[in-house]
């Protein structure tokens, strides 16, 4: 079983910065991809970036030039740098590791960005 618990959320001024944090524990092994989705409210939820075991990133359009995901192998965590954050950014952010086609998700942290 694979847990993941996010940390990092909060309220920000839109123009401003956060650093989401996760945290995998269980029977994790390499390979495996990480990454962030998001849910905001009567929206389906979307891939904002993911990360292979390599280190290539991938990119929601709407977020290319600035977010930027990052991951520490050793640590068995992935991160989001979320700059020049947009009322439009507001949301649910979900951790996701994808081990063997399995998908696994943390509980969510909000975001929420103010105009």
């Known amino acids: 079983q694979v847990q993941l618990v996010e940390s990092g959320g909060g309220l920000v001024q839109a123009g401003g910065s956060l650093r989401l944090s996760c945290v995998a524990s269980?029977?994790?092994?390499?390979?495996?991809?990480m990454g962030w989705y998001r849910q905001a409210p009567a929206k389906q939820r979307e891939l904002v970036a993911s990360i292979t075991p390599g280190g290539s990133a991938n990119y929601a359009d709407s977020v290319k030039g600035r977010f930027t995901i990052s991951r520490d192998n050793t640590k068995k965590s992935v991160y989001l740098q979320m700059n020049m954050l947009r009322p439009e950014d507001t949301a649910i952010y979900y951790c996701?590791?994808?081990?063997?086609?399995?998908?696994?998700w943390g509980q969510g942290t909000q975001v929420t960005v103010s105009s």
């Open positions: 996701n590791l994808n081990l063997r086609k399995v998908n696994y």
């Open positions: 269980g029977l994790v092994v390499i390979p495996y991809t």
